[in-house]
């Protein structure tokens, strides 16, 4: 079975900073792999996707993230951190040929200083 | 426009009295699911639909139901609720048609008393 892990529970950056959250899952083969944001009381949209291709992925809001197969991670980035950021981020692993079964990780807490 | 709409947002019910919350999504998507959403523990998937009357488990299927009787809708039913089914409920659907990209609900905080 799938597992996902978000080794930061909360992650405090400047306003401008670079930002990486980290995701590691595991799973015998190439997964899907997703990141998603959720805004305080709000449902999650989705920042980006990878399937297979390139391993950078580029997303909406300024967000990539790259696949490294070798260390099982799909880690999202941003060079400079909006105010507007600070958010919840999720990353979801999905299993080829059972499209529907997600597993998601733990979240990643965003804060943004001013 | 593309949404997915769920009903009601919000509930407070009692130990036992069994409730349903509806889920309906207007973009004709194949897959829909429900999760539950925990501190701690991110969203855990509840069950999922690939098509009209095709229903699996997902993680965590104790204590909830579902039916997909019409492509849009996917209601999730609460036979007999305990607090510990106390979250957040969110409801997404999607498409292999678009890369499986799910759309999400606006979510249904469900207290348990």
């Known amino acids: 079975a799938q597992s996902v892990t978000q080794p930061d529970i909360h992650i405090t950056v400047s306003e401008g900073a670079s930002l990486e959250l980290r995701c590691n899952y595991s799973y015998g083969a190439t997964p899907y792999l997703f990141w998603y944001v959720q805004s305080p009381g709000q449902g999650l949209q989705l920042l980006l996707k990878?399937?297979?291709?390139?391993?950078l992925v580029q997303g909406i809001k300024g967000f990539e993230a790259e696949f490294k197969r070798s260390q099982s991670s799909f880690n999202l980035r941003k060079p400079s951190v909006h105010w507007s950021d600070a958010a919840e981020y999720f990353c979801a692993v999905g299993e080829p040929g059972r499209g529907q079964n997600f597993v998601f990780g733990p979240g990643t807490r965003l804060s943004v200083l001013p | 426009e593309a949404q997915v709409t769920q009903n009601p947002r919000y509930l407070i019910t009692v130990t036992g009295k069994k409730l349903t919350v509806t889920c309906s999504q207007n973009?004709?998507?194949?897959?829909m699911s429900w999760y539950r959403q925990d501190p701690g523990l991110g969203l855990r998937q509840i069950y999922y639909s690939m098509n009209v009357e095709v229903t699996d488990k997902g993680d965590v299927p104790e204590g909830y139901k579902v039916s997909r009787k019409e492509k849009r809708n996917f209601p999730l039913i609460l036979e007999s609720p305990s607090p510990n089914q106390t979250s957040l409920y969110f409801c997404?659907?999607?498409?292999?048609?678009?890369?499986?990209?799910?759309?999400f609900g606006p979510g249904t905080r469900l207290t348990v008393t």
């Open positions: 973009m004709n998507h194949e897959y």
């Open positions: 997404a659907s999607s498409s292999p048609d678009r890369g499986y990209e799910q759309y």
């Open positions: 990878y399937f297979s291709g390139d391993t």
